[in-house]
């Protein structure tokens, strides 16, 4: 089983529109967890950190359930500029080791 | 504040040659983590230092060796190279818990 599995898209979504990704992790010792973009051929960019109560940055919300394993990011009002595939991280206790699969490519049309 | 900045941007080298790769964290960040990139695939964890040693490794070749300097500065050797090699090499900083990685733009090389 891979440590992390996101559905890969593409998500084509008119601007305007809401939409959601998905992620699970297998890795139970994972302690902390991270939403990163990445542009096309591009490094890896925050976005925002992933809390048990949920958080929200502007347009972003994060929610993580760990008995789950499962953590998600919604994007609301979303932007051309959104245009990116999103990165779920978990992060593994102790190393810091931060672990990425393939992620989620988004394309926001006008 | 400067971020992760690395050298070269691109490096081009043939089958069985040496590459070496540069990066500098951002000024504060003790650990320095390396990253492979494929065409295609997801990020693959290869080296982790903090305060100039080597903390864990993923699962590479010996082949793929690096170190870390006094001002934490870190350096990223691949030695003979091979065409499977050819990816984006990222390196991340990190300060200490719980702050997360902030990467560089990365090296990208090509073997041919």
New interface residues.
Partial sequence: RKE?EQDPGPFNVPEGATVAFNCTYSNSASQ?F?WYRQDC??????LM?VYSSGNEDGRFTAQLNRASQYISLLIRDSKLSDSATY?CVP?RAG?????????TKLSVIP | EAGVTQSPTHLIKTRGQQATLRCSPISGHTSVYWYQQALGLGLQFLLWYDEGEERNRGNFPPRFSGRQFPNYSSELNVNALELEDSALYLCASRRDAPDTQYFGPGTRLTVL
Avoid: D, I, W
Avoid at chain 1, 41 to 46: A, C, D, G, Y
Avoid at chain 1, 95 to 103: I, P, R
């Fill in positions: 992390v902390s991270f051929r591009k490094e890896p960019k925050l950190s990165l992060e190393s810091y080791q931060l672990t990425f699969g393939k992620g």
